[in-house]
């Protein structure tokens, strides 16, 4: 029997639950826990009515449900999200976004089968489009999200005195939500980040997400401006090293700039694992390890519709890897789809044949990589110090010639001190 509801739910006992209550109504159904999967799935099966959660890794369900109502494949499929994220605004963007229903959990196990036969009962009718009352609040316009560059070199002592166009500070990328600042990574570009912040005194409280610590992604914050203002917060979030906690490894970091006193700023830590954190109301922050010496992170950003993977130390492995060697299909699956990913793109082809297992990339391996899973926007960061701008620059070229050739389709940009961004 061809399926008829596929449900997409991580969370195993309601998965399970409204697995058997579909089922026990005479429904053939099938459960999906991984939402990177469910795409694939709804399309190979063509069920009738697709059950989403909203929280879950990978894609959230309004993301998922949003990318199968604007598919022609998939847009005719019914859809209701079942979600304990119960917010009214939640609710009108799952029937914004054409979900026939809002079922909050915990459900009432008698109803809920009345409910999906109701809507399978309409099989063969084109899907309603709940239409807003005409006294109702108007549609909420979808926010730009604002993404600045303040660094992207790496480190080294040989760094080319022709730098210029593309900038000489290290690692550090902001994204302006509409009521809050993220940022990725403190290197020596954060302090660019901290003197706009002083002038413009718009945000008071910010969110640093540090991949690791090495010195380029963290050199900056003994000289960060924001740090010396007690009206300042600081929420830092990063991996332990396995000998030394979050803590002490932040406060070497402040150290060469505070004598070892701490910050007059408040400052909360938060140590990061590989998981999937709720950081403010509808915004999630998935951190991953990359492959990179010593405890490296990666961030997946789902925030307002919109997916930004910020991955700047990280080796992949292209043509060279081994049956054995997974990480590159890992990270596809968790920045796959990104409308925008920062990557490692550190070396050419030929200096990357001379610095293998380092843990960093060729722009070729970065742009084959992104094009493979279906990224809209590819940065290329953490460019080598011994590269002039004429270096970068035939890069770029020979990026933007190795996406014609493969048919990609993606756009490429390549990184610069002072790149803004909006998606």
């Given amino acids: 029997m061809a399926t008829q509801v596929i449900i997409v739910d991580d969370d195993p006992i309601v998965g399970a639950l409204t697995f058997e209550l579909i089922k026990d109504a005479g429904f053939s159904c099938l459960l999906i826990s991984d939402s990177l999967?469910?795409?694939?799935?709804?399309?190979?099966?063509?069920?009738?009515?697709?059950?989403?959660?909203?929280?879950?890794?990978?894609?959230?369900?309004?993301?998922?449900?949003?990318?199968?109502?604007?598919?022609?494949?998939?847009?005719?499929?019914?859809?209701?999200?079942?979600?304990?994220?119960?917010?009214?605004?939640?609710?009108?963007?799952?029937?914004q976004y054409g979900a026939e229903d809002f079922i909050e959990k915990p459900y009432d196990v008698d109803a809920f089968p009345a409910k999906v036969a109701a809507i399978l009962k309409t099989e063969g009718q084109e899907p309603k489009k709940v239409a807003r009352p005409p006294s109702g609040p108007a549609p909420v316009p979808r926010t730009e999200l604002k993404v600045t560059v303040w660094g992207c070199r790496s480190t080294s002592s040989a760094?080319?005195?022709?730098?210029?166009?593309?900038?000489?500070?290290?690692?550090?990328?902001?994204?302006?939500?509409?009521?809050?600042?993220?940022?990725?990574?403190?290197?020596?570009?954060?302090?660019?980040?901290?003197?706009?912040?002083?002038?413009?005194?718009?945000?008071?409280?910010?969110w640093i997400f540090l991949s690791h610590f090495h010195a380029d992604h963290i050199e900056g914050l003994a000289g960060f401006p924001c740090a010396r203002e007690a009206s300042y917060f600081l929420n830092i979030g990063g991996a332990r090293e396995p000998d030394k906690p979050l803590e002490q490894l932040v406060a070497e970091a402040f150290e060469p700039g505070f004598g070892g006193d701490a910050p007059p700023c408040k400052i909360e830590l938060y140590e990061l694992m590989e998981q999937t954190y709720e950081i403010l109301p509808g915004v999630r922050l998935t951190s991953f390890y990359a492959n990179h010496p010593g405890t490296t992170l990666g961030y997946s950003l789902a925030a307002e519709d919109r997916k930004i993977s910020y991955v700047p130390d990280s080796e992949l492995y292209g043509e060279f890897g081994t049956a054995l060697q997974d990480y590159d299909e890992k990270l596809g699956g968790l920045v796959r789809d990104s409308d925008l990913l920062f990557h490692d793109a550190r070396y050419t082809e030929e200096d990357y044949k001379?610095?293998?297992?380092?843990?960093?990339?060729?722009?070729?391996?970065?742009?084959d990589f992104a094009g493979r899973n279906n990224v809209k926007e590819l940065v290329l960061i953490h460019h080598d110090d011994r590269y002039a701008d004429d270096v970068l620059d035939k890069i770029a070229q020979a990026a933007d010639a190795r996406v014609a050739e493969k048919g990609y389709k993606l756009k490429v940009v390549m990184g610069r001190e002072g790149l803004r961004l909006t998606i």
């Fill in 159 to 206: 760094m080319s005195p022709m730098v210029t166009r593309y900038g000489k500070h290290t690692a550090c990328v902001s994204v302006e939500l509409p009521k809050h600042l993220l940022v990725f990574d403190a290197g020596s570009g954060i302090s660019l980040l901290g003197n706009e912040l002083m002038k413009t005194n718009k945000f008071k409280e910010l």
């Fill in 354 to 367: 001379t610095n293998r297992n380092n843990g960093h990339s060729s722009f070729i391996a970065a742009v």
């Fill in 37 to 95: 999967k469910a795409i694939d799935a709804i399309k190979k099966e063509k069920p009738q009515l697709v059950v989403l959660d909203i929280l879950m890794p990978g894609l959230d369900g309004i993301t998922l449900l949003h990318k199968l109502k604007t598919d022609p494949e998939t847009e005719k499929i019914h859809a209701i999200v079942v979600s304990g994220k119960s917010f009214e605004t939640e609710k009108l963007r799952a029937r």
